[in-house]
């Protein structure tokens, strides 16, 4: 099955600094990586996707990275916001892409300090 | 669009009771997931149900199991409740080529 990892576990930028969580995934079937984002005690929400067509997507501050050869993405977020704290998760589906079930990664806990 | 809803919000159970957690999947959304997520953790795969059949279950003993009825809502039955079952409990649901999208989640307390 897939196995998906993600690092760092934590990570702390000061207010309008850059962060980059990266996350690499096992099955090269796999052809769709979102992000979501949970705040402290809602739900996850999806922010971002990006499908093995493209290698980089674009949604104002976030964007995220793929480079399918090294089984590889990362979630970009410029100028970070005190409103960006929250724990991330990177996915990918075991098999093929949207529409199919998700293996998460362990999170990221991302504080961003006034 | 009404998203996934999921009910009750809280419970507050004892050790040994039984609790059935319920799932409403976004219209057209044949497919409903449920995740556990202990505080501070990760999403852990629970249970997946497409189409009324259960199609993959996670790492969970057999007292977790659900259903899916014919209007595609979902149950979580959880018996012979253990303290360490004290966790939000996540339903998803998903569309043909859609993206997955959560419920706002069932908060599970055990005394």
């Known amino acids: 099955g897939e196995n998906v990892e993600q690092h760092p576990s934590t990570l702390s930028v000061q207010e309008g600094d850059s962060a980059v969580i990266k996350c690499t995934y096992s099955?090269?079937?796999?052809?769709?990586f979102p992000w979501y984002k949970q705040e402290l005690g809602k739900r996850p929400q999806l922010i971002i996707d990006?499908?093995?067509?493209?290698g980089e997507k674009k949604d104002q501050r976030i964007a995220v990275t793929l480079n399918k050869t090294a089984k590889h993405f990362s979630l970009h977020i410029t100028e970070t916001q005190p409103e960006d704290s929250a724990v991330y998760f990177c996915?990918?589906?075991?098999?093929?892409?949207?529409?199919?079930?998700?293996?998460f990664g362990g999170g990221t806990r991302l504080m961003v300090k006034p | 669009e009404a998203g996934v809803t999921q009910s009750p919000t809280h419970l507050i159970k004892t050790r040994g009771q039984q609790v059935t957690l319920r799932c409403s999947p976004i219209?057209?959304?044949?497919?409903v997931y449920w995740y556990q997520q202990a505080l501070g953790l990760g999403l852990q795969f629970l249970l997946w149900?497409?189409?009324?059949?259960?199609?993959n279950r996670g790492n969970f003993p057999p007292r977790f199991s659900g259903r899916q009825f014919p209007n595609y809502s979902s149950e979580l039955n959880v018996n012979a409740l253990e303290l360490e079952d004290s966790a939000l409990y996540l339903c998803?649901?998903?569309?043909?080529?859609?993206?997955?999208?959560f419920g706002d989640g069932t908060r599970l307390s055990i005394l």
């Open positions: 996915a990918a589906p075991p098999w093929g892409g949207a529409g199919n079930m998700l293996t």
């Open positions: 099955d090269s079937a796999s052809n769709y």
């Open positions: 990006i499908r093995s067509n493209v």
């Open positions: 219209s057209g959304h044949t497919s």
């Open positions: 149900y497409d189409e009324g059949e259960e199609r």
């Open positions: 998803a649901s998903l569309g043909l080529n859609q993206p997955q999208h």
